[in-house]
């Protein structure tokens, strides 16, 4: 019953012709979209998820970029797989994306009715902890950021208020630190942006969970990390300076450098005062006057012996002939007493030195050099060790780029050896073939273009057969076959025909044992018709 019901439907002869046409015209367009696959390069998913501001920056810098994207029915935003990675760096070098959080816009937005005093604050503190996070996340190495506010509560006692405090968490970018004093940008930032709030209260650490900034600056584990890190700039600054100064000669890649520094730390405050041997006359006072008392008759020589009258009569003194002696001369003056206050003038040198942290005690520079390469006489290039007149030139060269102080100890070490070559690295095996972007292109290809070719062979070309040669069977008058033919000719293809049924199949089948019986004569039918056509 369906085969009759088919065979009655195929003999309608407008419903077939539409039926043809609409199978036409879907592989028509099944072929179209096959075609434009093909040519479709494959998408894959670059970040998805996105809110609608960073979506909006990233397709603004894939447009820049000159890379296409395709935004799915998700949200997700696609590009080409082979511009994938392409695409992520250079999204990662404009530091997107971002992440959208609402900082201020929170405060924009319908604040409702009956709003408590308590959902303000939260409100505030929170945008003021995100507006805070997109600040410092404008930093290069810093991929994103988040700040917590502790604010304490406002009290009407002074002794009952509380310091604010803040806390920050950073995330870098990978392969990026921070400075020290990019550490302590961050730490007055945050402090300055709130009231109150002492950059001591401040604690930022990454993502890694490290501490990047000191509880206390001034303790002695933070004073001897700044003295290390000081130590090991220093050595760095040295040996890069002579390697710079020495790879001009030797090549790049052939001088290894090491530099030990020896530094004082030790703060010394001195303070001296000196009085000079030579001193001299500031002022001088002399003073003389008559002796009194005991003092004048200590000076005079006249007054001696008991006291009485036998003393007070001097003794008859005999000369050399026996007469009595002169009586000795008495005194010009009373005798005088001087008195002399010289004042000198003292000579007084203060100094106050205090001696700067950090000073380089010693230096020691160790320079190992490379093989040179020359050209040898046959022409070939060869590695050979240095000259001793040339590595005399490469240490004074040394000495010179480390500030070389013999009085100070300093010591510098030139050789010349060979460097051990590592091996080179065998590479890391290809991946297979089917893994590779351009076979998967080249797969869709051919997918592709077999598609439309069995498309073609297998739909067009049947469906354009059934459309048009039945129906220039059927056109054709049954007498044709007489006035083209011979009667004979005619007379059995005739028969052959009307005594099929009326269907096309069946009409189809008779013609095809007509061509099995007899094909020459089939054939000059054939031609006949093509003839009669042109």
């Known amino acids: 019953m369906p085969n009759e019901l088919t065979h009655r439907l195929q003999d309608i002869p407008g419903l077939r012709q539409l039926l043809l046409l609409l199978g036409l015209a879907g592989a028509i367009a099944l072929g179209i979209w096959l075609f434009f696959w093909t040519q479709q390069p494959g998408y894959a998913p670059l970040y998805s998820g996105l809110a609608d501001k960073d979506a909006a920056e990233v397709t603004e810098a894939l447009r820049g970029a000159g890379i296409p994207y395709r935004i799915e029915p998700t949200g997700a935003i696609s590009v080409p797989q082979a511009r ?15 992440g959208s959080r609402a900082g201020f816009e929170l405060m924009r937005g319908e604040q409702g009715f009956g709003v408590s005093q308590f959902v303000e604050g939260a409100r505030y503190q929170h945008a003021l902890e995100t507006e ?3 600040t410092i996340a404008t930093l290069r190495p810093v991929r994103d950021a988040r700040v917590h506010l502790a604010l304490p509560k406002p009290s009407a006692f002074t002794r009952g208020r509380e310091p604010a405090s803040a806390s920050v968490v950073l995330e870098l970018f990978p392969g990026r630190t921070l400075e020290p004093n990019q550490v302590a940008a961050i730490v007055h930032m945050v402090a300055t942006s709130v009231p109150e709030m002492s950059a001591e209260r401040v604690t930022v650490i990454d993502q890694s969970g490290r501490l990047l900034t000191q509880p ?12 290390f890190e000081q130590t090991r700039r220093l050595e760095a600054a040295f040996a890069q300076r002579v390697r710079d100064l020495l790879e001009p000669l030797t090549g790049p890649g052939r001088v290894n450098v090491q530099v030990t520094v020896d530094m004082d730390f030790t703060v010394t405050e001195e303070a001296r005062e000196v009085y000079l041997p030579d001193a001299k006359v500031r002022s001088e ?9 005991v003092a004048a008759l200590a000076n005079n020589a006249a007054a001696a012996g008991i006291p009485g009258a036998a003393s007070n009569i001097p003794p008859a003194a005999e000369g050399a002939g026996g007469e009595p ?7 010009a003056g009373p005798p005088m007493a001087r ?34 390469p020359e050209v040898g006489e046959n022409g070939q290039v060869e590695l050979r060790p240095l000259s001793e007149e040339r590595l005399a030139r490469i240490e004074a060269l040394v000495r010179e780029a480390v500030g070389f102080d013999a009085g100070r100890g300093d010591s510098v070490a030139v050789m010349n ?42 739909v067009l070309r049947p469906t354009l057969r059934q459309i048009v040669v039945p129906a220039r069977i059927q056109a054709l008058p049954e007498p044709v076959f007489e006035r083209i033919s011979g009667p ?16 096309y199949e069946e009409r189809l089948q008779a013609a095809r044992t007509a061509v099995n019986q007899d094909p020459r004569r089939v054939a000059q039918v054939v031609k006949s018709w093509v003839g009669a056509d042109g």
Not at 216 to 227: C, E
Request: glycine share 8%.
């Open 325 to 331: 002696a002169a009586a000795p001369a008495a005194p």
């Open 216 to 227: 206390d600056p001034n303790s002695d584990a933070a004073i001897s990390a700044q003295q």
């Open 488 to 503: 004979t000719e005619a007379e059995l293809v005739n028969e052959a025909v009307t005594k099929a049924a009326n269907s």
């Open 339 to 372: 008195q002399a206050t010289r004042n000198f003038e003292l000579d007084r040198h203060v100094s106050h030195v205090r001696q700067p942290a950090g000073r380089i005690r010693r230096v020691s520079a160790a320079v190992l050099v490379d093989h040179v």
């Open 132 to 134: 805070i996070a997109r």
């Open 84 to 98: 994938l990675h392409d695409a992520r760096l250079k999204l990662a070098a404009q530091g997107l994306p971002q």
């Open 417 to 458: 050896a060979p460097f051990v070559r590592p091996e080179p690295v065998q590479g890391v095996g290809e991946p297979p073939i089917w893994e590779h972007p351009l076979v998967g292109d080249i797969l869709r290809l051919l997918v592709g273009g077999g598609a439309v070719l069995a498309l073609v062979f297998g």
């Open 285 to 293: 006072q002399v003073s003389e006057q008559p002796a009194v008392g």
